[in-house]
C-alpha cells in the first residue's frame, strides 16, 4: 500500500464513490481543500481504496474531513487502510507545524478508528454535523 496526495484527476474517482454511497450530489470542488487536491489518497496494488481531505485554517488546528472509500473495496484490510490514511494525515499536519486535529463523524467505524489512534471523542453528548450547500 502507499499513500500519495490527492491528483486532480482523483475527483472524478471520488465523485462516483460519493454517488454510490447515495449522496444526491459530490461536495463540490471548490468546497474541498486545494480545489479537492487538499488530501491524501490510499492505495494498493494501483488501485485507489480511500481518500480523506485536511483543511488548514490560520491557527494551528487543521480539520480532517470528507473521508471516504471505495464502496466496492470490502477486502479484510479496509479498516487497515483507512488507519494508515488517518496516520498520514496526521503527520502531515504535524510536519506544517499543527498543534490539533479536528473531525466529525457520526458513523461508528469512523469514531472507533479515531478512538484506537487516540483521539479525543467526546461520547456523553451526541453531536450533529450541520451542512448546507448553498
Not at 499513500?3 to 474517482?13: A, F, G, M, N, V
Not at 486545494?34 to 483543511?55: P, Q, R, S, W
Not at 478512538?115 to 453531536?127: A, R, T, Y
Request: hydrophobic share 40%; proline share 4%; aromatic share 12%.
Amino acid at each position: 500500500m502507499k499513500i500519495r496526495k490527492l491528483l486532480e484527476s482523483d475527483y472524478k474517482t471520488l465523485e462516483k464513490w460519493w454517488l454510490a454511497y447515495g449522496w444526491e450530489k459530490a461536495p463540490a470542488k471548490e468546497t474541498l481543500p486545494d480545489n479537492a487536491t487538499g488530501g491524501l489518497m490510499a492505495i494498493k496494488d494501483d488501485k485507489e481504496i480511500a481518500a480523506c481531505f485536511v483543511y488548514f485554517t490560520n491557527s494551528k488546528t487543521a480539520w480532517v474531513a470528507w473521508p471516504i472509500s471505495d464502496p466496492d473495496y470490502r477486502q479484510s484490510d479496509r479498516e487497515i487502510i483507512m488507519e494508515a490514511l488517518l496516520q498520514a494525515l496526521e503527520m502531515t499536519c504535524i510536519q506544517q507545524g499543527f498543534k490539533c486535529l479536528l473531525a466529525l463523524g457520526k458513523s461508528k467505524s469512523v469514531v472507533k478508528r479515531h478512538k484506537k489512534l487516540n483521539w479525543f471523542v467526546d461520547e456523553d453528548k451526541p453531536g450533529f454535523e450541520m451542512i448546507k450547500l448553498i
